[in-house]
């Protein structure tokens, strides 16, 4: 049995892992850097770490270990602030440069991706006034499929209109079909500084 509930401190290894293996365009990017930490230390921790109350995790109901979780943050500009004060140094001093190229040579190369580690006014989107929260998702492939990820969202949305936030936007990998197919099944819209290689969608949260 699975259920949805709140991000606990405890989960937080579990979250590293579901992002490490859902970060390849939405498949297994273990191995495809040549540290497993680097997508969880710019996608999920933290989000964990700046809005754990936004964050929920889909759980097993007996070992409690979770399978898939959402993550938002309700204010983008004020989570860029945190991350170059407090997130940003520690990150650079992990990642100084990017290690020996792997033999999967991705798109997002991982000079980029140390790039977005110390660079998050990559999140100030033209759109941040209208839409200023963004999100996070994913569900590890057993947990896929099965409602849960329109359960997430339906959460975070409430969550985050319970607290005056308008509406979210989000990026994703061109490549990730199935998660654009599900982003447009729940009524997501293109926002107007989406492009072919780099599609960005918004929702209002009610
Ligand atoms: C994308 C993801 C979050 C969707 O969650 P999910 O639990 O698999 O999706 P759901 O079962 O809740 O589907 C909700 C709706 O979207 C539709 N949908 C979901 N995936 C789809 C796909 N690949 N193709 C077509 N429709 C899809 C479902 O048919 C369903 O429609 P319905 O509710 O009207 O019946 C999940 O599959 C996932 O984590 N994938 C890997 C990681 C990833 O890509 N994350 C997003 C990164 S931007």
């Known amino acids: 049995m699975f259920e949805i509930r709140p991000y606990r401190p405890d989960d937080r290894e579990d979250v590293a892992l579901i992002c490490l293996r859902t970060a390849a365009a939405g498949g297994d990017a273990t191995g495809v850097y040549s540290d497993d930490a680097l997508m969880p230390e710019v996608f999920a921790l933290p ?45 650079a001093a ?35 006034a209208e839409y200023p929260a963004h999100l ?40 990730n079909t199935g998660a654009r197919a599900f982003y447009d099944r729940l009524g997501f819209h293109e926002l107007p500084s989406s492009t072919l290689q780099s599609p960005r969608l918004g929702i209002a949260t009610s």
């Open 136 to 175: 996070h998702i994913d569900l590890l492939p057993e947990l896929q499929g099965l409602g849960f990820g329109r359960r997430l969202i339906d959460t975070v949305r409430a969550e985050l209109a319970a607290r005056g936030v308008p509406a979210l936007h989000l990026g994703l990998a061109a490549a």
């Open 94 to 128: 992990r990642h100084p440069a990017a290690g020996a190229p792997t033999e999967h040579a991705p798109d997002f190369t991982e000079a980029e991706l140390i790039d977005a580690g110390v660079h998050p006014e990559r999140m100030l989107v033209p759109e941040l």
């Open 47 to 91: 989000y964990v770490e700046f809005a754990p109350e936004l964050a929920f995790v889909v759980a097993d109901t007996e070992t409690g270990r979770a399978f898939g979780y959402v993550m938002a943050v309700a204010d983008t500009a004020a989570f860029v602030e945190w991350w170059r004060r407090e997130w940003a140094p520690g990150f």
